[in-house]
Each structure stands twice: as structure tokens, then as C-alpha cells.
């Protein structure tokens, strides 16, 4: 055997997102990326505000001496003061430097906070639809995922945490804007789960985190403003990335924010920056982390994504579809007219419209549809939404 | 206990890198950086070499659409298809594109390796001196690491690695060019352990992978060429970086490549590419990808290294400093003319002159100097090495 068990066992349940990423690769390859219309991946289209660029183009017209050297494990101090700059503005939260730990994107930041806190055989609890890599991360690291059901809306079923909370939950990883879902946490609930977790660390003479996981935070439509657990739990920790709100999926820059009034952060944050460097990050790319501390008030174009939206959903409702409007991020998460969501994927694909079974979000009877592509390609992909509805009887 | 038993026990015991960074902060603070001799860290002072700059201005100045997305967890096509070619060239192997994933740095692509083919409880034979996050990387992973002591030369005991080797032998990591002591292994090494490598996988019907952690490779002096162990064993796996050849260390941009004739090369590289994903490295920061698959045959300059290596190495030796002198990589690891490193380390502090305890390596009696600095802070160490040396009867 040349490979761990424990890969070789959760490489074969594989990826539902990576394996519709290779299939429709060859159906891309036979037919002509044109004409196949991938809905499957959260890779944005869209290119990185204007802003970027002219940052990076000042960068590397004068570079700065030793910029692409190491620095301190956490980060550059600036960059770390500007993120936390941001979060204050934000938050009302006396947010500084010494809060924030630069990373590679929102996956290295959980895999650091997850590293740094749990004991093996902790518990971590995650609401059903997830992102799949968090059973992953929460296994990297000796911990056991505790998968919780959501209600109609998506949203967590208070009696159900209440239930599952035990001595050994270290954790509770929300999602908001939520991926697979769109769906975004209210204020009411936030405040709901946050007395639920100070009641039960009583309780259990324990501390839990809440661990917010972000990257979608300034991706929220129809003027919501964005509801964060902040003001709900002190032991709130803030994952998020630039990934999609800078459109920089591939450089591999985010953070990890610990609440400012969090008792135990000083510690913690020693925590972080130590796992940073022994996981093998050893620090966010330098490069991105000169040019990010210039954009903490920047983003891409909501409108256009919330356009997206718009179309997509009208169309999908109008085609019969049964699916909850989505406030945030670029995902949304219809039923599937049949049980069998991956028998529905496979109609859809012979229509070359590519989308991912819920199953692979712990969520089976749905599709995720990610409409962070370009209007040609959601166009195209309605003739195939509406056949597959006509087919199975949707009007 | 709000972070987990093992990061804080782990954290206790510290690195001691990164302890004589804290401290050479503090002394920077109260007596100007400029009065300080820090030899303590492997953070090359050279910029990266003038044909980095012209690409990336020439990317910045004409960005292709999407250079900042994800792309396949492997890495740009392109890339790994330029690294292919440059291993191809010096190695006379016929790497392929599908040899190689584009990583973090060499540290995310030693944990990718090691989280790939570790089963719980396999051991992991090291050679002290060691790089110090080896134990961290391995133990991440549940792996055993197995400390083996090295001759008076810092190369490997056939016999003791011999008798060292059991079933549970799962790879052997080796370092060549060395950090900590520039030691550069010869060919004839390599064979042997290569030899022996095969006879024990024969013995005990297992696989033993030869991790090859070579980011120094193109470090090297005197005209010397550097001997791979790609010829002398089929499971070897190639770890490296563009950190210290292209001095790009803070962005985080290094491979993995694994002997075109490995038979399970396949399986491993899915592994590889599977790992990178599920641990949160995702991939290797795009624009870089973009960059260094134009710079595979440029390095820093190598001449200026030689030259702060024998200014170094022949000033201490005069000085009376017991040493081998260092064939490659930026260190120099002299024997302590005490037996106690640490004191000896605190004596260099009262002459403002860092460097690092060898117990902070596995090899406590030595010191590591780290040369890859500027010309004067070189020169304003020599005081400090002449002082310490005559107190202590060196001559």
C-alpha cells in the first residue's frame, strides 16, 4: 500500500464538486467548452476590482525592499492593523493588530483554528447542507464532525443543538452566507444559538467555540446588512477570505479574527500563529498580503451578482422549481423534483448543464447551482433546467 | 483549556528559531537593528533575481483573464509542465506534467506528502542535525518520527539507519543541501542508502519512500554538481521551493515531484492532489505559478553566497572554531567550544550576535550560523565570535 488508508478510503467517496469538475471537463473536451454550461464550481467569473490592479501595477512599479521575504509567522503588523481597522469599522468592536492572523485563504485559516483548539475526539458540530471540506479539516486534526439537520429554511434547528451539545463539543462552525444555500443567518437566531452556547459552557463547566466561517460575508443582496455573531458569543472566531469578495480564489489570502473581547485570545492567537507555521502554511503570501492591506473596503460588483441571482431564480420558479431565495454568496439550492438527486444531475447533463448533487453536501433531493459564471453561460443553461422540469413533470 | 493539550505543550517547548527571533527583536528595539548581528534565520536578505521582476511587470502590465482563480488543485498545466522539463534537463529522467504538484512552499509539500502515505503509528526516520519542523510535520500526521545520529562528517550511519529500519518504516526523510550544516551528500551515499532501501523493502515486503527535502539544491559551491537521489531509489519523492533559489520565501510557492519510474506514482500523485485540497492548502498561490514557470533554470546569485560562506568559515576558523565547511545551503554549524550550546548562545547575545543552539537541531554542542545576510552584518559579527572565542581559550 503506498498511500494512508484513511486517503485512499475518503479519495474513493471523493468530491461530488471535483467530480463534476472532471466530467465536465470531458464533456468539455467533446463538445467545446462553449456549448457546456458548468453551474458546479465556486470559481468566480468575475476579475478583481479595478482597485487591485492599480494597487499591484504601484507594487511592483516600486517594490518595496525584501517584500517577498518571510515575515512574522501572524503577518504583516500593517496588514494585520488594517484588516482590523476594517473589522472595527464594521463592528463597533475594538478590533486591533494583535486580534488577527493573516492566512492562506478561509481553508488554511480552519484548518489552523480547528488545529489549535481541539483535543482528539472533540466534537465539532456542522449543520446539513455543509461544505463538504469541513468533515476533512474537522478529521486533519483529530476531531469528530457532529452533523446536525436544518429546518425548511435551511436554518439550524435550536432543539436539535440544544440536544447535541455535550462535554466534548469544542466547537460549532456556522456558515452565513451559506454555501450550498444562499441562506443568511438572522440577527434573532445568531442571538438564539449564542445564549445556547454560554448556557451549555455553564452547564458543562466548558468552553465552545463559535467558529463564523465568512467568506461570503460582503456577498449579501437586497441591502441586508450583514448579521454577525459578534455581538452573540465572545468566543466567536472569524474565518474569512478574499477569495470571492476580491475575486482571488487562487492566491490563497484570508484571515482568521478572534472577538476582541474574547477572554482567552492572547492565547489563542499564539495558538493560530503557531499552528500557521507547523501545519506548513508558515505565512499568507506575501505579495497579496502588500496589496490587500489597500482593500479592506473594496469588493466586486454585488449588483452584478445579485442580477444573477435574480435571473436564475425567476427562471427556476417559473420553470416549477422548488427553492428558498437566496439573501447571500452565489449558490442556490433547489429540490430536486425526483428523490434521486444524482439520477437528476445526470438528466441535467445530458443537456450539458453541469451542477452538483446535494448528497454532496449531506443534503440529498438537491441540486447546488453556483451562478458565479457568466450570463451567456446561465442563458444557456436554461433549456436544460426546463426540459429535465418538463420531464419530470414540473410546471 | 481553551487550545489543545498537545499545541500547548508542543508550544512550550518552542522553537528555537524562532525563540532567538523574538530575542534578537528585543534587542533590535533597545539598541538599533543596525547594532544587531542576526545570524539566527534562514531568511535570505537577497532580493529575487532581476529576470522575476521583468515577468511579473510583464504579467501585471498584460493579466490574462483569470490568472487569479482556482485552478485544478495540481496547478497550472503549464507550470508543472515547465517544472517537468527543467527536472527532465538536469536529471535525464523523462518527467512528465503528471510527476509534479505545484504546492505551498516545500513545508505545505512535505505535510502533503506525509499526510498522503502515513498511516497511524508508521515511522518516519530523520537524521540529526534535523530540521526542526520535521517532528511537527510528521506528528501533524500521526506519524513517529525516528531520530537518527549522524557521523562526524553530519552524514547518515549506514549501519545505524540498518538497524534502525523496521516494518513500520515508512519513509526516510534526507536533506541535501543541509540545514543546519551545508553538508551536501555524496553520490556514493546516496547509492547505499538506496541499496539499503531496497533490500529492507524486500525483507519486509513494505514500501520505504526516500523524501528528498531539497531547497537548497541550487545552492551549492565550488562547482560541485548535485547529487540526486533520484538515481539511486524509485520511491523517491522530491520536496522543494522557489524560497531560497528564486528568494521568494514569504510567497509560499514550491513542488512536489515524484520519480517518473515509481510505480505508484498514480496513486500517489492523486494523493498528493487529493491532500493538498483536503488540507486547506487548496493550491499554490496563482501568480507565482504564473511567474516561476518562466524562471525554472534562474537562481539568485550563487557567487555571492560562496563568498560570504568563505569569508565566514575562514575568519571563524582562525578564530579557532572547530567546523565543516559547508558545501552548500546559506549555514555553517560550528562545535561549541563549550559543551553547553545554549550558554555559549547567550554569551554571543552580550556581543549583539544571534544564532541559534544546536539542541534546537537535534544536535545540542554546535551552534547554527545563518550567512545568508548582508556583508556588514557579517563583518560586525566577527567581534563578537572573537570575544566569545577567546574567553573560552579557543586559539
Not at 464533456?27 to 456549448?35: F, I, M, Q, V
Not at 489552523?112 to 447542507?129: G, R
Request: hydrophobic content about 40%; some cysteine; proline content about 5%.
Amino acid at each position: 500500500m503506498s498511500i494512508s488508508e484513511k486517503v485512499r478510503q475518503a479519495m474513493a467517496e471523493g468530491s461530488w464538486i471535483r467530480r463534476m469538475f472532471d466530467e465536465g471537463a470531458i464533456l468539455k473536451e467533446r463538445y467545446g467548452a462553449e456549448n457546456v454550461f458548468d453551474l458546479s464550481l465556486g470559481n468566480p467569473v468575475m476579475e478583481p476590482p479595478s482597485r487591485f490592479h492599480q494597487e499591484l501595477k504601484k507594487l511592483v512599479k516600486r517594490p518595496l525592499p525584501g517584500m517577498h521575504r518571510y515575515m512574522s509567522n501572524a503577518g504583516y503588523p500593517e496588514t494585520r492593523a488594517a484588516v482590523a481597522e476594517f473589522l472595527e469599522q464594521e463592528t463597533q468592536l475594538k478590533f486591533t493588530a494583535d486580534n488577527i492572523v493573516m492566512t492562506c485563504g478561509a481553508a488554511g485559516a480552519l484548518n489552523v483554528v480547528l488545529k489549535t483548539i481541539l483535543n482528539s475526539e472533540d466534537e465539532v458540530i456542522i449543520f446539513a447542507p455543509y461544505f463538504v471540506e469541513y468533515l476533512n479539516y474537522i478529521d486533519n486534526h483529530g476531531g469528530r464532525s457532529r452533523v446536525l439537520p436544518t429546518d425548511e429554511l435551511f436554518l439550524p434547528r435550536l432543539d436539535i443543538l440544544e440536544d447535541s451539545i455535550t462535554d466534548k463539543t469544542k466547537a460549532v462552525i456556522i456558515n452565513s452566507p451559506n454555501n450550498p444555500t444562499g441562506v443568511v443567518y438572522n440577527e434573532t437566531l445568531l442571538n438564539q444559538i449564542g445564549k445556547l452556547l454560554d448556557q451549555k459552557e455553564t452547564q458543562y463547566g466548558i468552553q465552545i467555540f463559535l467558529i463564523s466561517d465568512e467568506p461570503y460575508r460582503r456577498i449579501i443582496y437586497d441591502g441586508l446588512k450583514y448579521p454577525s455573531p459578534l455581538y452573540h458569543h465572545l468566543r466567536t472566531i472569524i474565518i474569512t477570505s478574499h477569495s470571492k469578495d476580491l475575486a482571488l480564489a487562487g492566491e490563497r489570502i484570508g484571515y482568521i479574527a478572534i472577538h476582541p473581547r474574547c477572554k482567552q485570545q492572547d492565547e489563542l492567537v499564539d495558538g493560530f500563529i503557531f499552528c500557521n507555521r507547523t501545519l506548513g502554511y508558515v505565512n499568507a503570501p506575501a505579495l497579496m498580503q502588500h496589496i490587500v492591506k489597500y482593500l479592506q473596503n473594496v469588493t466586486v460588483s454585488i449588483t452584478d451578482y445579485q442580477k444573477k441571482r435574480d435571473f436564475l431564480y425567476n427562471n427556476l420558479v417559473k420553470m416549477g422549481y422548488s427553492l428558498i431565495k437566496p439573501q447571500g454568496a452565489f449558490y442556490m439550492f433547489p429540490r430536486t423534483p425526483i428523490e434521486d438527486d444524482v439520477a437528476f444531475v445526470s438528466e441535467l447533463q445530458k443537456f450539458k448543464v453541469l451542477v452538483v448533487p446535494g448528497c454532496g453536501f449531506g443534503a440529498p433531493g438537491h441540486i447546488r447551482i453556483s451562478y458565479c459564471v457568466d450570463d451567456r453561460t446561465l442563458e444557456g443553461s436554461l433549456h436544460g433546467f426546463y426540459n429535465v422540469a418538463q420531464k419530470f413533470g414540473l410546471s
